[in-house]
């Protein structure tokens, strides 16, 4: 597998596909997040949760991150409309002392605005070498990069790793989501979390919305933003940039989502 990533990568069989978050109040497409998708010839598109992992045990994830950050960008200034697009990276890439100024050039290069970039990091990155990797993040922020705690709630996450870092944005992760109306315990931490995240000054986003009852609980509940197979599906490229196009998108919810290419 590792020898099919490296050809993959050189022959450029790996994709981004595209996630639109919306805002709740309004129901608007407010960007989209950039997903890796690895088209195999054989087995289809093979999930990022699969060869991320690989990537990083062998470095490959160096290269791929600055292919995938680059792409992204440039994706997102064809869309433009002012659209976000929140890029995911990996707790390895902050074993490089180089990637703030490696992720300032990548920007410069593209052209577009700092401001309509988001990077996700999740809880991970804060338990390896803290100070350093703290450093860089403030050097990234300094960039006029956004940064978002992803899958808040799950794996290493703490209040400590909040508390330590402003993040911009906390995104609630999807085991919390998912469960919210049949585990009367998950609204209680989905509202806690809610509470902690704008008391500090957060925008809160809720990950892996799949029904309408689970968005209407984090409307109510005054969530920010909300991602998930309910409101749209990872999508290639030219499927976002037709969903940008469509004056209304609420409404044609159905159609778009069965235009998954996954
Ligand atoms: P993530 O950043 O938390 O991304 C959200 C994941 O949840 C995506 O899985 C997405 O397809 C899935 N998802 C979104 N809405 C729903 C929903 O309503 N229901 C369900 N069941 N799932 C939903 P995906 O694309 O398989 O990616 C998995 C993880 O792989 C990502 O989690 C991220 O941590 C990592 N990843 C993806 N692309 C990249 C990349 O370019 N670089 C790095 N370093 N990691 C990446
Ligand atoms: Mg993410
Ligand atoms: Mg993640
Ligand atoms: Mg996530």
Not at 10 to 24: E, S
Request: aromatic share 8%.
């Amino acid at each position: 597998m590792e020898q099919d990533l490296r050809t993959a990568i050189k022959t450029r069989a790996l994709a981004l596909h595209y996630q639109p978050l919306f805002t709740i109040q309004d129901q608007k497409i407010l960007g989209f997040e950039a997903l890796l998708r690895w088209r195999h010839a054989e087995r289809g598109y093979i999930s990022p949760t699969e060869f991320i992992p690989l990537a990083e045990e062998t470095g490959m994830i160096f290269g791929l991150g600055e292919w995938v950050l680059e792409q992204a960008c440039a994706d997102a200034l064809a869309w433009g409309g002012g659209r976000k697009i929140a890029v995911n990276l990996s707790s390895i890439q902050f074993r490089d002392p180089n990637l703030p100024a490696t992720i300032g050039a990548i920007i410069k290069r593209s052209g577009l605005p700092a401001d309509r970039l988001e990077l996700e990091v999740n809880a991970g990155v804060l338990i390896e070498d803290t100070d350093a990797v703290m450093g860089m993040l403030v050097e990234i922020r300094a960039l006029g990069v956004r940064i978002s705690m992803d899958d808040f709630g799950t794996g290493f996450s703490s209040l400590s790793s909040l508390k330590r870092f402003p993040f911009d944005k906390i995104k609630i992760g999807r085991a919390f989501v998912s469960q919210l109306l049949a585990d009367n315990e998950d609204g209680v931490t989905v509202k806690a979390i809610l509470a902690l995240g704008h008391s500090m000054g957060m925008v809160a986003s809720a990950e892996g919305v799949e029904s309408a009852e689970q968005f209407d609980y984090l409307h109510l509940e005054g969530c920010d933003e909300a991602q998930g197979f309910l409101l749209g599906r990872p999508m290639p490229f030219e499927y976002a940039l037709a969903l940008c196009n469509v004056p209304d998108v609420t409404g044609s919810e159905q159609q778009i989502s069965t235009l998954d290419g996954h």
